[in-house]
């Protein structure tokens, strides 16, 4: 039990373009959602807390109009990366946790973006 | 400020056990997780120890020490697909995931 998917894995867009991914809890019900970013060697990076049915909280330095979540469902949380460029490039990964059972935290696959 | 420290890498030889250390100043304290990270992959859980002692798990065990702010990895029988990066987290009195930077090991034949 406790699966997080996400998708796609990877994914090549334009400069200019917005890209949608998506986290889904298949299993269990994730009243909160968390996406992160990683930079190659380095740990990850909190970039905003998902609630489902409000509104996102994100963190210092992260700018909430260009990276758009929604959690429309107890089991769905997206981020959207608008007019993407180059530095935008990352892994983008979601995690979610069953909190009526399991203290830990379950990740998605991960989203290797590249915008050229 | 919250801080996790543990080292950027470590390089040890297939068969023989490693101890992977990580110390953590946070704003309080409800868990310590270990998260295995291959690369290009997202992390996957390890161990959660919130109790000071020694949580052993297979080939893996993790010690915490709350009075020291310490706490380690100990993977035994060491193999080839054990080379990863091992993530340090801590959930602080928010709630809240405080990630260390990773420990990258290496595995030598």
């Known amino acids: 039990g406790a699966v997080v998917s996400q998708h796609p894995s990877r994914v090549i867009c334009k400069s200019g373009t917005s890209v949608k991914i998506e986290c889904r809890s298949l299993?269990?019900?994730?009243?909160?959602m968390f996406w992160y970013r990683q930079f190659p060697k380095q740990s990850l990076m909190l970039m905003a807390t998902s609630n489902e049915g409000s509104k996102a909280t994100y963190e210092q330095g992260v700018e909430k109009d260009k990276f758009l979540i929604n959690h429309a469902s107890l089991t769905l949380s997206t981020l959207t990366v608008t007019s993407a460029h180059p530095e935008d490039s990352s892994f983008y990964i979601c995690s979610a946790r069953d909190q009526t059972e399991r203290p830990e935290a379950f990740f998605g696959q991960g989203t290797r973006l590249t915008v050229v | 400020g919250q801080n996790i420290d543990q080292p950027t890498e470590m390089t040890a030889t297939e068969g023989a056990i490693v101890q992977i250390n990580c110390t953590y100043q946070?704003?309080?304290?409800?868990?310590l997780f270990w998260y295995q990270q291959h690369a290009g992959e997202a992390p996957t859980f390890l161990s959660y120890n919130v109790l000071d002692g020694l949580e052993e798990k297979g080939r893996f065990s993790s010690f915490l020490s709350r009075s020291k702010g310490y706490s380690y990895l100990l993977l035994k029988e060491l193999q080839m697909k054990d080379s990863a990066s091992y993530l340090c987290a801590v959930v602080d009195s928010n709630y809240q995931l405080i990630w260390g930077a990773g420990t990258k090991l290496i595995i030598k034949p």
């Open positions: 299993d269990f019900q994730a009243t909160t």
């Open positions: 946070t704003s309080g304290f409800n868990g």
